[in-house]
């Protein structure tokens, strides 16, 4: 229908349709939209006066006006006194060329205005409404001119439902995210009563070590699911640092980083923290962790491929890895596996375990 009704049209009435479809599919608020409307379909007319009008039980509301004086906005009349009324409940156009001549506007509601001539249209697309057009001359519109606001109506309709749509998607995400808070909120309510009851029942200095590593799982969790975390990489040498700051025993520093600046995205920040947690929970029953001499330094270099992360514990007591995998190291391949589309390998050597951590591009981005 708009191409057609383009096609038979000098350009410059074209034109001007093209524009005032693009103007009201771009409007952001109902209001907008309605005003857009209004104000283009009165200039494709070339009418003195638009006015947007809609049913409300059995009056006609007008709830948008284009004019130099407006006449009807905020004004209701009943639905079987008005020419807008007749329109939206028989679904069709009315046409009067001249008011004084049509016996349909023999009442009062043209008297003392500039009005000679009304065309009301339609707009079964936008629900119970219609769109009103008013001049100060007798006047008859084309078919043509008619088809444009229809079209224009359509456009209107469509860009009401885009909105509709988006503005329920907002309302999701906004309970979506007042349900994660919440959730946020009772986890770390719980964290923190798993500390409480740790410090009554356990020996101080045990204690002390077990808050630590649930607040080290608190840090990961933040950078999992904090506020702003979606929007915001994390540096990797942060997340790892974060992640094994319980493990550290004082100024003496067993364990040390290097690498260049990384951030890490989405997935992969969650999981460095939790291979981190298992890596050092593991180097404290087993590895460098348990001896008072033990060092792991945490090393990182990327690649075309991506990054290689490599956890190297020294000066710790032989490790035997002959058995078969323990839980632990199954956990470790599992994150790798699943949350970095990556592997991981166990390689012992002389000084301690070391472990490498393979992980792909699309998981961070160097500087």
């Not at 005003?35 to 009056?59: F, H, K, P, T, Y």
């Not at 119970?128 to 100060?136: R, T």
């Not at 456009?155 to 009401?160: D, G, Q, R």
């Not at 490790?319 to 592997?343: C, N, Q, T």
Request: hydrophobic content about 40%; proline content about 5%; overall charge negative.
């Amino acid at each position: 229908m708009g191409n057609e009704v383009s096609g038979s049209l000098p350009a410059i009435i074209s034109m001007r349709l093209l524009g005032a479809m693009e103007s009201i599919s771009t409007a952001r608020t109902y209001e907008e939209i309605f005003r857009r409307l209004n104000s283009a379909a009165r200039a494709l007319l070339s009418a003195d006066s638009a006015a947007l009008i809609r049913q409300e039980g059995d009056v006609c509301l007008c709830i948008d006006e284009d004019a130099f004086n407006p006449l009807w906005i905020a004004r209701s009349f009943p639905i079987d006194a008005c020419l807008s009324g007749l329109s939206i409940a028989s679904n069709e156009k009315v046409i009067v060329h001249d008011i004084s001549q049509d016996e349909r506007t023999l009442n009062t509601i043209y008297e003392g205005t500039f009005v000679r001539a009304v065309s009301v249209v339609p707009l079964s697309s936008l629900g119970l409404s219609a769109i009103g057009f008013y001049w100060a001359k007798p006047h008859t519109p084309t078919d043509n001119e008619l088809e444009m606001v229809e079209v224009l109506g359509r456009v209107a309709s469509t860009t009401l439902s885009l909105l509709t749509e988006n503005t329920r998607a907002a309302l999701a995400q906004r309970d979506a995210e007042l349900a994660r808070d919440e959730l946020r909120h009772r986890l770390k309510n719980a964290y923190a009563s798993a500390i409480g009851v740790a410090s009554l029942t356990l020996p101080t200095e045990m204690a002390s070590k077990y808050a630590g590593r649930v607040r080290a799982l608190v840090s990961t969790y933040d950078a999992i699911d904090g506020p702003g975390s979606a929007l915001a990489p994390q540096q990797l040498g942060t997340c790892i640092a974060n992640a094994l700051s319980p493990y550290q025993r004082g100024p003496d520093v067993p364990i040390s980083l290097d690498g260049p600046i990384v951030a890490l995205k989405g997935d992969a920040i969650g999981a460095i923290g939790l291979l981190m947690n298992e890596f050092a929970t593991n180097s404290i029953k087993y590895g460098a962790l348990s001896s008072e001499a033990g060092r792991i330094a945490v090393s990182w270099r990327t690649n075309e491929a991506g990054m290689v992360m490599t956890w190297a514990e020294r000066d710790g007591p032989p490790v035997d890895v002959s058995g078969p995998p323990s839980e632990g190291s199954r956990l470790l391949r599992r994150i790798a596996e699943r949350y970095l589309r990556g592997r991981i390998d166990c390689r012992p050597a002389i000084e301690g375990m070391e472990w490498l951590v393979e992980m792909q591009t699309g998981f961070f981005t160097s500087h």
